[in-house]
């Protein structure tokens, strides 16, 4: 059983910060990257940033040099540290992992899960 758990969303002024973490519990699987996405009221959702289990990193242009993805493969978290927060950076934000399981019929191979959602409202 996988389970991504986020925390760390709110509500914050322009310009402010907010940290968002995901713990993942991944049993006896292992992870291969893992990432942040959001998704705005009216939009589809979109890449924020990934990051692979050798710490290579991947960023939306959006928020190249506002927001530094990082993490811990000891606790098999992933952060998102967030700056110069913008009122367009408003959205669910979601964490993503790309994990080695197995699923019911389907067999071993590489599975995405999903965290729950967090908020991030960025008032003006």
């Known amino acids: 059983q996988v389970q991504l758990v986020e925390s760390g969303g709110g509500l914050v002024q322009a310009g402010g910060s907010l940290r968002l973490s995901c713990a993942a519990s991944?049993?006896?699987?292992?992870?291969?990257?893992m990432g942040w996405y959001r998704q705005a009221p009216g939009k589809q959702r979109e890449l924020v940033a990934t990051?692979?289990?050798?710490?290579?990193?991947n960023y939306a242009d959006s928020v190249k040099g506002r927001f530094t993805i990082s993490r811990d493969n000891a606790k098999n978290t992933v952060y998102l540290q967030m700056n110069s927060l913008k009122p367009e950076d408003t959205a669910v934000y979601y964490c993503?992992?790309?994990?080695?399981?197995?699923?019911?019929?389907?067999?071993?191979?590489?599975?995405?899960?999903w965290g729950q959602g967090t908020q991030v409202t960025v008032s003006s």
């Open positions: 993503n992992a790309d994990v080695n399981g197995w699923r019911p019929v389907l067999g071993g191979g590489r599975y995405d899960y």
């Open positions: 991944v049993s006896k699987f292992s992870i291969n990257a």
């Open positions: 990051i692979t289990n050798e710490g290579g990193t």
